[in-house]
């Protein structure tokens, strides 16, 4: 009975931390070679090695041109980038100031200063006298503005937000020196199709119906030289006889005349539109707007006003009058808040009014465990902290 003996392994072709298994992993930055997760850890540990390679280790010549050599020096780079744009996301995220120098960094394209065109668009801004809240950087509203300085006509040209009697919202540009109804008008006629318009001038404009002799006369061709040969050789035509009716002459129908032109629709039986502002920045459920005159320009009716990013303006054929239901006017805002705020103000005087210090207590009567204010009405107070659970500002 013969028995065989397996060759134990060398210890060098063991893990060089259990020594038991064979490895299966290299340590990038030391090549040293482990079997197991734990046992790379553990290596860390022992040797105080981060395992991240070193770009600066020496390499051969005949390994740089090659995949592996391209690959080590692409990923250092790319490291490089990710480790840039993680520190500039930190410092953002801690609030941190960045300088934006174009000289420091030349690769990302960073200009200092204002760009191209904002000069312009504040100085009008300045001029005209609104007041513009800006939206932070990457918000949709602050994408959608469009507004700029209209190097035609020297005027600013606004973003505005139109909103429609059924709510629809939709966004043109209109000049600061544009009445808002003709600005309006320019908006509806910018979306209609070009075949649209076309046919419209062409009923405005119609062409002259031909004249009925020149009609006549292209209809009946002219006789040629073959025809009037076979007239002459046909006989000669024959007499009624006496006693036949005369015929009558044949009836022909009238040409048809071209139709007059349509009239264009007086501008009085169109419904006429009033135009409100909205107001941003309000506790209420309902918008609160702002009535603007029709026949004023841009300009005039945003001054000392108060717009978040460009105007939203809606168009409703309702006067201030009779504006309905989900819409509040400024007047009616601003009046119902200074009430609320009257109320809140006597309360605090009653809270904070003359109290008994009879009871030895600076803030009012001892009654076993509860202290209660003298002169405070409660169902008042009531009232007030129920108004203010049902939302600030609304109305009854």
């Known amino acids: 009975m013969t ?124 001029r005209t006298g609104v007041i513009v809240d800006r939206a932070p950087k990457g918000m949709g509203r602050s994408k959608d503005n469009r507004t700029h300085w209209h190097k035609k006509h020297k005027c600013l040209s606004w973003t505005v937000e139109w909103v429609h009697e059924d709510g629809k919202k939709e966004l043109g540009s209109c000049l600061e020196t544009l009445p808002l109804v003709e600005a309006y008008a320019r908006f509806i006629a910018d979306k209609q199709p070009s075949t649209k318009k076309r046919k419209l001038d062409g009923e405005q404009n119609p062409t002259p119906p031909p004249s009925t002799t020149t009609t006549i006369a292209t209809a009946q061709p002219q006789p040629s030289a073959r025809s009037t040969d076979e007239q002459q050789q046909q006989p000669p035509p024959q007499p009624p006889p006496p006693n036949s009716e005369p015929t009558s002459p044949p009836q022909t129908s009238p040409l048809p005349t071209a139709p007059p032109p349509t009239q264009p629709i007086p501008a009085s039986t169109t419904p006429a539109l009033n135009f409100y502002l909205h107001r941003p920045h309000t506790p209420t459920p309902d918008p609160v707007v702002i009535p603007l005159p029709s026949h004023s320009p841009l300009s005039t009716s945003l001054h000392n006003r108060i717009i978040l990013e460009f105007p939203t303006i809606y168009t409703l054929p309702y006067p201030p009058s009779s504006l309905p239901d989900g819409y509040i006017l400024e007047d009616e805002f601003l009046g119902q808040a200074s009430r609320e705020e009257k109320e809140v103000e006597e309360l605090l005087a009653l809270v904070k009014g003359p109290v008994d210090l009879g009871a030895g207590m600076g803030y009012g009567e001892a009654e076993g465990d509860n202290v209660r204010a003298v002169g405070l009405d409660d169902r008042k107070l009531l009232d007030v902290l129920k108004r203010d659970l049902e939302g600030v500002g609304r109305f009854v």
């Open 3 to 126: 028995t065989t003996t397996t060759a134990e392994p060398l210890l060098s072709e063991l893990c060089r931390i259990c020594h038991t298994n064979p490895p299966k992993y290299r340590c990038p930055r030391c090549s040293t070679q482990t079997c197991s997760l734990p046992c790379t850890k553990r290596h860390k540990l022992w040797a105080q090695c981060s395992g991240v390679r070193d770009p600066a280790a020496y390499i051969k010549r005949n390994d740089l041109a090659t995949p592996a050599g391209i690959d080590r020096d692409y990923n250092f780079l790319t490291s490089i980038e990710r480790k840039i744009d993680g520190a500039e996301r930190d410092a953002v995220g801690r609030g941190v100031q960045l300088a934006d120098d174009a000289n420091a960094n030349p690769h990302r394209g960073h200009r200092s200063g204002p760009q191209k065109g904002e000069v312009n668009v504040q100085k009008g801004i300045e």
